[in-house]
């Protein structure tokens, strides 16, 4: 690896750390194959600079803002909608089991013995119970021993949380959901916001988020149901990288608030990737001229 000043190099190590450094630069490193595998030695490619690495970490963490603030308006959006929704059935429909699938509230879990209904419920309850936050403590201490309706229960999901609970509504009511966002239907949107929570926890963790494999697999409507995002819908890679969670976020913004320049910022942002002559774009899923389509003008 090039190092052209020591002393800076010392000191960005001291400040983020080797290991934490190490993940950016592994991209950087020789891969042979040997027999059936491909092994990653610990020599760097030819022209691998310290400082062409940095600059990736800093494009990355000016990734996982963005990402996290596009990330926080679809969580609000997304949270008001559901209780909308199931608020038609009552202030309780949350806890009603009426209100939800059948799946849902009575399919037990072989070995907790416990229907993801009631797990939902106990980890609601749970995070009621130790809130701090003035409106619960307002809650608990005018009625106390008492379950708050779901618009106040709701400021309580966070978007994990919340993605459970969409998955065990009905499916008419998941549906209409999904019509709100212009998402074709509710398999379509429960995938994408398991996928965006994945991606959601890694940003909010810090942890490194360029090129990271998300063990979540969305589900990709047809050029036919969504024709902004029809330009990778025969794309796998794509759509399963940083880019396919990008397009994701886009499209349900254009609902949401149509007025955003989340997506200029989005280009702009992306547009300052590291010059390199070793990594490029491709690695996260960005096609050749992505900026020139529809989705992103």
């Known amino acids: 690896m090039i190092v052209t000043d020591d002393a800076l190099a010392q000191a960005y190590l001291n400040r983020i750390g080797y290991y934490r450094l190490s993940g950016y630069w592994y991209p950087y490193r020789v891969a042979k194959t040997l027999s059936d595998k491909t092994e990653v030695t610990d020599q760097f490619r030819e022209d691998t600079k310290f400082s062409e690495v940095v600059e990736l970490y800093v494009f990355d963490k000016r990734l996982r803002l963005l ?50 209904h009631a797990k939902w419920l106990r980890l609601h309850d749970e995070a009621f119970a130790r809130s701090k936050e003035e409106f619960a403590k307002h809650f608990k201490d005018k009625y106390s021993g008492e379950f708050p309706p779901i618009w106040i229960a709701a400021e ?3 978007f994990g949380h919340m993605s459970f609970l969409y998955a065990g509504m009905k499916k008419a009511d998941q549906d209409q ?16 916001l398991h996928y965006i929570n994945v991606s959601r926890n890694i940003c909010a963790h810090h942890s490194r988020f360029w090129n990271k494999p998300n063990a979540a697999r969305p589900v990709w409507p047809t050029a036919a149901e969504c024709p902004d995002l029809g330009h990778i819908e025969n794309d796998t890679r794509a759509k399963t990288r940083i ?17 955003s320049r989340w997506k200029d910022r989005f280009k702009t942002e992306v547009q300052d990737f590291p010059d390199s002559k070793i990594l490029d774009l491709s690695a996260a899923g960005f096609p050749v001229d992505w900026d020139k389509a529809n989705l992103w003008n």
């Open 156 to 158: 309580l999901w966070d």
């Open 177 to 192: 959901v999904a019509r709100i966002f212009n998402v074709p239907s509710f398999k379509v949107l429960s995938s994408w």
């Open 243 to 259: 880019y396919g969670l990008a397009c994701m976020c886009a499209h349900l913004l254009k609902s949401i608030n149509p007025s």
């Open 67 to 116: 990402m996290m603030d596009v990330i926080e308006r679809i969580e609000i959006a997304l949270r008001v909608q559901i209780t909308l929704q199931l608020g038609k059935q009552g202030a309780m429909a949350h806890r009603d089991p009426a209100s939800l699938h059948p799946n849902f509230t009575t399919r037990l879990d072989p070995v907790t013995q416990e229907s993801g």
